[in-house]
Structures are given as structure tokens and as C-alpha cells.
């Protein structure tokens, strides 16, 4: 008898422990992540106009103008030199 009332007691011990060690995975999982934003933002212009596109902060016709700006830009500065193939 003094048997099965100690396995009784170590079997409800265990069950206790599973159950809290249960809760606390679940509040863990509960919690959110503390990650910081800069982590995600865009890191050139054009993720800055595309952000702004998502976010409803300019108009379609406004990203594509901006876009249009920086490849004129980006040709100026940058000139695309195709090499020239005599056959």
C-alpha cells in the first residue's frame, strides 16, 4: 500500500512538472520578439519608394516618376558602354 501511494505521488509530481514546463513554452512562444525595425528597412532608394508604394504613402504614377529619376540619374552617372563587335 505504501508503494502505490508513493508511485501515486511521483506520477502526479511528474504530471505537475510536465504541465508548468507546458505553460512556460507557451507564454514563451506568447511573447513577441523585441527585433529592431532597421533590421527590415529598405536600404536604398528604391526600397524607400517601394516601402512608400505598399504603405500608400504615394501614388503609382509618383513611384514611377521617382523611378524614372533615379535611371536618369543613374545614367548619367553610370553610362551603360556596350562594346562594339566588328564582324
Excluded at 508604394?53 to 509618383?62: A, K, N, S, W
Aim: aromatic share 4%; glycine share 6%.
Amino acid at each position: 500500500m505504501l508503494i502505490l501511494s508513493l508511485l501515486i505521488l511521483v506520477l502526479a509530481a511528474a504530471c505537475v512538472l510536465a504541465v508548468r514546463g507546458v505553460r512556460a513554452d507557451a507564454r514563451a512562444e506568447a511573447e513577441p520578439l523585441n527585433v529592431p525595425e532597421a533590421l527590415f528597412g529598405p536600404e536604398s532608394l528604391e526600397g524607400v519608394l517601394c516601402a512608400q508604394l505598399l504603405d500608400g504613402e504615394i501614388t503609382r504614377r509618383q513611384y514611377l516618376r521617382s523611378m524614372a529619376g533615379i535611371a536618369a540619374r543613374d545614367e548619367e552617372r553610370h553610362p551603360l558602354v556596350v562594346p562594339w563587335h566588328e564582324d
